[in-house]
């Protein structure tokens, strides 16, 4: 922490030295930014609050999740996923609010058997109602190294990203009555913890206790957002002005670039789409399929 504190000193002299200020926002810090809220003796921050890293081990698993609350925002953060043997072990990466129409935006990393392929599986729910599960597999071993996992969340369009290629984009069709989160504020929610009942072949494969704890970490977590406290006014500034690092706030659609690339994850890694999940649905498809199915997943592999 003091070298973090210290740094901001040095960087706010430097910037009054050279006259030209520029906004550096400190570097993220778990200990300023984070409250572990499970399993605390299963919680290592290192390097003076740089990487963080979450155990399961048979007790418990562990968790923690941002102090400030957040409406819209560009959120990053590298994990380096369980490696080895991490069937029936899940890591999740989520956006939540509180009561019972919360919102929530979700990434869950689902362990496998060393050398059988992790599923980052995805959701959206909002005031409450989910059901809208997306599933791929990685492009890479998201265990031998850090990768980075982003959630784009403005009022027009939420976006998942892995490593800058969205895989994902839920927009906002308030139009034709879908309800879409922009209300209610959101904490930064991550956890390691045991799901052997479904994570891993629907539940085949069971978590090998002879090989916990299980590790996952985490660094560089990067917010730009609206910041706003518990039941307090937005008080961050670049929120929704319009400065270039503000540009995630002003994103409805992506671009051309963008929706090639998600086009490509989507043909080629996509496993489960809900949109196109008609048994579980025999009543009808949800009414955001019929406009996500055209705009997006017309050539998806499902
Ligand atoms: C684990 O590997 C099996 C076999 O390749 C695969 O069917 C499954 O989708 C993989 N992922 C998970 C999380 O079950
Ligand atoms: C931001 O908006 C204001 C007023 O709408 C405009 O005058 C200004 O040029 C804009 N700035 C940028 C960087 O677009």
Redesign the pocket.
């Known amino acids: 922490m003091a070298a973090a504190k210290s740094l901001v000193v040095l960087i706010m002299l430097s910037a009054l030295l050279s006259n030209s200020f520029v906004l550096v926002l400190p570097a993220s810090n778990f200990y300023q930014d984070f409250d572990i809220i499970w399993g605390i003796d299963k919680v290592r921050i290192r390097n003076d609050g740089e990487v963080l890293n979450l155990y399961l081990g048979k007790d418990t698993g562990s968790g923690f999740q941002s102090k400030n609350e957040y409406l819209f925002g560009k959120i990053d953060m590298q994990f380096k996923l369980v490696p080895g043997n991490s ?1 029936g072990t899940v890591t999740s990466y989520y956006l939540s609010s509180q009561g019972s129409t919360w919102d929530e935006i979700d990434f869950e990393f ?4 060393s050398g ?4 980052f599986h995805t959701n959206v729910i909002t005031q409450g109602k989910g059901d809208r599960e997306q599933q791929f ?1 990685p492009w890479f071993d998201p265990t031998s190294d850090f990768h980075t996992y982003s959630i784009l969340w403005n009022p027009k369009t939420i976006v998942f990203y892995v490593d800058g290629t969205p895989i994902r984009e839920f927009k906002n069709l308030e139009s034709i009555n879908i309800p879409y989160p922009k209300n209610q504020p959101m904490r930064i929610h991550s956890s390691l913890w045991n799901a052997d009942d479904w ?4 539940g085949l ?1 069971k978590t090998d206790w002879t090989k916990a704890p299980f590790t996952a970490s985490c660094r560089n977590f990067n917010a730009k957002t609206c910041i706003r406290y518990p039941a307090g006014p937005i008080i961050s500034a670049p929120c929704p002005s319009n400065s270039s690092s503000s540009a995630w706030m002003k994103i409805d659609e992506l671009d051309e670039t963008s929706r090639e690339k998600l086009k490509w994850v989507q043909k080629n890694y996509m ?1 489960y789409n809900y949109c196109t999940d008609t048994k579980r649905f025999p009543k009808g498809l949800p009414l955001e399929c019929a406009v996500a199915t055209s705009a997006y997943v017309d050539s998806a592999r499902v």
């Open positions: 069937a689902l362990g496998n058997l059988d392929p992790y599923i597999y994570a891993t072949r629907g494969v496993i």
